[in-house]
């Protein structure tokens, strides 16, 4: 969500006059939006701000302005903290950003905006596509009500505030028309999508009226809650041509008595049976997931039955994480803490055996004729392009800017850790 999110502060600036550039050195304006889910990504933007300071004395007008998470959580002590930053804007101010800006450019003094609103007004707001992009994110809704005991998002980003269906199907008939091929819907929690309005609608109803707009041929979605996978979305996988087979939808721990201090509202059991009915409604779906280690009190069984859950499932991938500890969160009040060397070690295990059953997913489609959407010249060869299959692996093979925006059968010849490579099936 962090990257919409910057792409709407851009299309907000661009209507200010402002110009995106790509060397730093040039801006009157530095924007860094930021996340808090993790302690890692919090010292990356101080350190980032620490280095944007030298930038600041040699261009004294230059304005510096954090926006996001982590600057909804700060707030004030952003600036004490850092005294060269001007503006800090929390989760639902960034459609106030070019007033904001505004106010800083005339007073040259700092502004703080991290108040909530009744209504997250940016949600509506529409990024511009970049010429020949053919992929876009659409924000379905913001917030989280499930408060599982780890994460700060719903103190940061607010209640869940779903925007109206007729809005979201207003927008995505706009990404088509200007040549979008595939939409990514977004939201903390898409799955329960239509509660905060209560109209009868629900995430599946959503999927079927964008699954009917001229012009869209694939839509995916993230991020997805377990306990509200309901069999009306099982059902879409079977029932909608146009969704991908692939769904993320984090675990975090195989054990159920950290599931239960996570407040994660299901068991081992449960999420097991889901992934089995999505498995048979949709064979070959592909699935990944998130999975924390080191949660407070993670005993050495409990670590052990992620492991087995790992083995029993065999996520298509896995994003993986130390546990890090975040202020407001019930959980930074529990005690018994994992040492950090016993999460690294438990760490290393997690990635390691997940690298393999990565691998063997992907080994297994080579030889397979897979549907890929080009979206761009590939990063690792201008003479390929890539796109994803509809599991949402990435493919390189040989091809041309002719070909971004096409949707071409090509036959998987070696698969990697990260990525497969494919040909033409009529070129050799």
């Known amino acids: 969500m962090n990257v919409h999110d910057s792409e709407k502060i851009a299309a907000l600036m661009e209507k200010s006059g402002y110009a995106s550039v790509d060397d730093v050195g040039k801006a009157d304006l530095i924007i860094i939006n930021t996340c808090s889910i993790r302690e890692k990504a919090a010292q ?90 053919v992929t876009a994110y659409v924000t379905i809704m913001q917030g989280c009500n499930n408060f599982c005991s780890y994460c700060v998002v ?23 028309s200007r040549g979008v091929k595939e939409v990514t819907l977004l939201g903390q929690n898409v799955n329960s999508y239509g509660k905060s309005i209560g109209n009868g609608h629900d995430f599946a109803d959503l ?23 309901s069999d009306g979305l099982l059902r879409c996988f079977s029932e909608l041509d146009k969704l991908c ?22 068991t081992n059991a449960d999420y097991c049976e889901r992934v089995d009915k999505l498995r048979s409604i949709c064979p070959g779906i592909s699935i ?5 280690v080191g949660f407070p009190g993670e005993a050495e069984g409990d670590f052990q039955a992620t492991i087995d859950m790992m083995g029993k499932i065999r996520f298509d991938n ?52 897979e549907e890929i959407l080009v979206e761009e010249i590939s990063r690792n060869s201008k ?37 497969l490579r494919g040909r033409l099936p009529n070129v050799n």
């Open 245 to 266: 087979e692939h769904i993320h939808l984090p675990v975090q721990t195989g054990s159920d008595r950290v599931l239960k201090m996570m407040n994660r509202c299901y």
């Open 383 to 419: 003479e390929d392009v890539a796109g994803r299959t509809r599991t949402n692996k990435i493919v390189n093979f040989r091809g041309g800017l002719e070909m971004i925006g096409k949707t071409v059968s090509v036959l998987i010849t070696d698969a990697y850790q990260h990525s």
């Open 288 to 292: 990944t997931s998130d999975i924390i």
């Open 44 to 133: 990356k933007v101080y350190s980032q701000l620490g280095r944007l300071k030298e930038f600041k004395k040699r261009k004294p007008k230059l304005i510096i302005g954090v926006g996001g998470c982590l600057a909804q959580q700060w707030g004030v002590k952003f600036i004490e903290r850092v005294p060269h930053l001007d503006l800090v804007f929390g989760t639902h101010n960034i459609h106030s950003l070019p007033d904001l800006i505004t106010t800083v450019e005339k007073t040259r003094a700092p502004v703080v905006r991290t108040d909530f609103h009744e209504r997250v007004k940016s949600l509506g707001i529409l990024a511009p596509i970049q010429n020949g992009k």
């Open 207 to 229: 999927l079927h009226e964008i699954g009917s707009i001229r012009g869209i041929e694939r839509i995916r979605f993230t991020t997805s809650h377990p306990k509200d996978l």
């Open 318 to 369: 896995l994003f993986s994480f130390k546990y890090s500890e975040r202020d407001g969160t019930a959980a930074a009040d529990l005690g018994d803490k994992v040492s950090e060397s016993v999460k690294n070690d438990r760490l290393r295990i997690v990635q390691a055996l997940q690298e393999k059953y990565t691998l063997e997913r992907n080994e297994a489609m080579i030889g397979n004729k």
């Open 154 to 176: 719903p103190h940061l980003r607010g209640e869940e505030e779903s925007r109206s269906l007729p809005e979201i199907v207003m927008e995505v008939e706009v990404l088509a």
